[in-house]
């Protein structure tokens, strides 16, 4: 009876982990390493053919991301999960799928002028509608027999639609334990959803660790705080740009912007436009304003009793392809345009800032976390110029950063969740966090007789015993101020190009002096081309 830890040790993302009881292998989570230049997604460390089943807390591509890459390689078994989860995966592995194939497609076309060889997709569409129909559905608190020996039950995490944390019940030989998965734990109070329910029994407990150091801002009244930047900015004659997460937090929006229409807190444009303009998010609307039975907390479930959507409202629009998104900036009616990706690295997102960021009378309200390195944190930071396919865009517009959601439970949070417990695990295992945060929240729980321990890739368990049987492997220590570097493929690319060119400069110490100062000369030129000046 043994856990082995996969992914998300000394780590947030890429969750995955593996159980071994009476020699059935039990993987819970398989996400996708994300936020590095480095991640590599393909390589794993088990043979897929051999899984037996696969359980997932919830939809996230960092939790869910490659289960086409372990069906692509030979798994065959069910993938359990909620009904809500498998809904949501339904649209989001295939997301993912076409983002792979894309990026395939773009790395071949300019390899084969290198003459690089030929680069796979990390999985494809085929792969994904596969996986697919191996999804297997069940509600929360239901209990499900896995296998001999095991069974589980799935518990609502609070976090997203359909989240859950997962208990699994082992008997192997006579010697019985109770294992949790936290999955992420769901923050207060949010919007559609319900609170993360807390569990009450465990040996052993394998706890994300997010916000382990900190806590949130004090939440105030949203819907009014929001309309307060929407009516300035009307007043002006202006848009509001809302970079927004495709699937919950653009759903959390449009429910507060319900809000705010029913309570009339927009005077200047009381029926003010309003364009989502993502398919992910359109697809995930259309799911989160389905059936929300066990799903929805008691103020959705009153609207919805009486009737009423409680994420559509009068003059909001879907747009569904590029065409139409074209047109919306053509309008000079003031609209809030919410779209994706949420940090601005991709997506039509950037299309609506070259459009709206050089126009003071504009709003850009960020309202989710925004990684180093991302456009969306050099905004935020204050750069007065960006470069959006190919032009320098001036930075006029008003900037907020809107951050009083969050999905994640906080230092707080994560400490009455695991309180609950009626006696204290014999272990806890702290996993999906930057180091930082894993080791502050480490030290609360050991100051409160909590038993606790921080797994590194590939660390192995014996739950029989307690006992770590392979510590693992340490992961790869970045450079001294890199640690909190989000760098994306596109800027590695550059840095590559970069040490490149210094290496062909270097070459020219012995050239002549006509030959350098016309290669001078020529960088010159390419440098004042792409500089900020700020």
């Keep these: 009876m043994n856990l082995t830890f996969y992914g998300a040790a000394k780590n947030v993302t890429g969750s995955c982990f593996m159980l071994t009881v009476n020699e059935k292998k039990i993987m819970i989570d398989c996400g996708m390493k994300q936020g590095c230049s480095d991640c590599d997604n393909k390589t794993m460390d088990f043979v897929q053919s051999e899984i037996d089943y696969v359980l997932v807390t919830h939809a996230h591509i960092d939790h869910s991301g490659r289960l086409p890459l372990i069906v692509k390689y030979g798994y065959t078994g069910q993938i359990i999960a909620t009904g809500a989860t498998c809904s949501l995966l339904e649209i989001m592995l295939r997301d993912s799928a076409k983002i792979q194939e894309m990026d395939a497609k773009w790395e071949n076309q300019k390899g084969k002028r290198a003459g690089h060889e030929f680069i796979e997709p990390l999985y494809t569409m085929e792969d994904t509608e596969k996986t697919l129909l191996q999804l297997e559905p069940h509600k929360y608190n239901e209990r499900i027999k896995i296998c001999e020996g095991v069974s589980a039950e799935f518990i609502d995490g609070g976090h997203l639609l359909g989240s859950a944390s997962i208990t699994l019940y082992l008997d192997e030989n006579g010697v019985q334990k109770i294992i949790a998965f936290s999955g992420d734990i769901g923050n207060l109070d949010q919007p559609i959803i319900r609170d993360p329910i807390y569990l009450k029994k465990a040996d052993y407990v394998v706890m994300e660790s997010t916000y382990g150091n900190r806590n949130h801002d004090e939440i105030g009244d949203y819907a009014a705080e929001l309309a307060q930047i929407f009516e300035s900015t009307f007043i002006k004659g202006g848009n509001i740009v809302i970079p927004s997460f495709s699937v919950g937090r653009t759903q959390e929006l449009?429910?507060?912007?319900?809000?705010?229409?029913?309570?009339?807190?927009?005077?200047?444009?009381?029926?003010?436009?309003?364009?989502?303009?993502?398919?992910?998010?359109?697809?995930?609307?259309?799911?989160?304003?389905?059936?929300?039975?066990?799903?929805?907390?008691?103020?959705?479930?009153?609207?919805?009793?009486?009737?009423?959507?409680?994420?559509?409202?009068?003059?909001?629009?879907?747009?569904?392809?590029?065409?139409?998104?074209?047109?919306?900036?053509?309008?000079?009616?003031?609209?809030?345009?919410?779209?994706?990706?949420?940090?601005?690295?991709?997506?039509?997102?950037?299309?609506?800032?070259?459009?709206?960021?050089?126009?003071?009378?504009?709003?850009?309200?960020?309202?989710?976390?925004?990684?180093?390195?991302?456009?969306?944190?050099?905004?935020?930071?204050?750069?007065?110029?960006?470069?959006?396919?190919?032009?320098?865009?001036?930075?006029?517009?008003?900037?907020?950063?809107?951050?009083?959601?969050?999905?994640?439970?906080?230092?707080?949070?994560?400490?009455?969740?695991?309180?609950?417990?009626?006696?204290?695990?014999?272990?806890?295992?702290?996993?999906?966090?930057?180091?930082?945060?894993?080791?502050?929240?480490?030290?609360?729980?050991?100051?409160?007789?909590?038993?606790?321990?921080?797994?590194?890739?590939k660390t192995i368990i014996d739950l029989v015993n307690n006992k770590v049987l392979d510590s693992g492997e340490l992961p790869r220590k970045k450079p001294d101020g890199e640690q909190r570097r989000y760098i994306s493929s596109a800027y590695a690319t550059l840095e590559a190009a970069m040490k490149h060119l210094i290496s062909v400069v270097e070459k020219h110490k012995q050239a002549a002096n006509k030959e350098i100062s016309k290669f001078a000369s020529q960088i010159e030129k390419l440098a004042n081309r792409w500089d900020f000046k700020n």
Excluded at 311 to 322: A, I, K, V
Excluded at 406 to 414: C, Y
């Design 254 to 457: 449009l429910y507060f912007i319900r809000e705010m229409k029913e309570r009339k807190l927009v005077k200047s444009i009381p029926d003010f436009p309003v364009y989502v303009d993502s398919p992910l998010s359109i697809a995930a609307t259309n799911i989160y304003s389905g059936d929300l039975t066990g799903y929805a907390d008691k103020l959705t479930d009153a609207i919805i009793a009486k009737g009423q959507n409680p994420l559509r409202f009068n003059n909001l629009h879907m747009t569904e392809t590029s065409d139409e998104s074209k047109l919306i900036n053509s309008d000079l009616e003031p609209k809030v345009i919410i779209s994706s990706s949420g940090m601005c690295e991709a997506g039509r997102i950037r299309h609506h800032l070259k459009h709206n960021l050089w126009r003071g009378e504009c709003s850009i309200v960020f309202v989710g976390y925004q990684a180093n390195g991302t456009l969306g944190r050099i905004i935020l930071n204050g750069v007065k110029k960006v470069k959006l396919f190919g032009e320098e865009i001036a930075v006029k517009a008003e900037i907020y950063n809107f951050s009083g959601l969050s999905a994640h439970a906080d230092r707080n949070g994560l400490y009455k969740w695991i309180s609950a417990f009626e006696e204290n695990p014999e272990n806890v295992f702290l996993v999906h966090g930057e180091e930082e945060a894993t080791i502050s929240f480490k030290e609360l729980l050991d100051s409160n007789s909590f038993e606790t321990y921080i797994p590194n890739p």
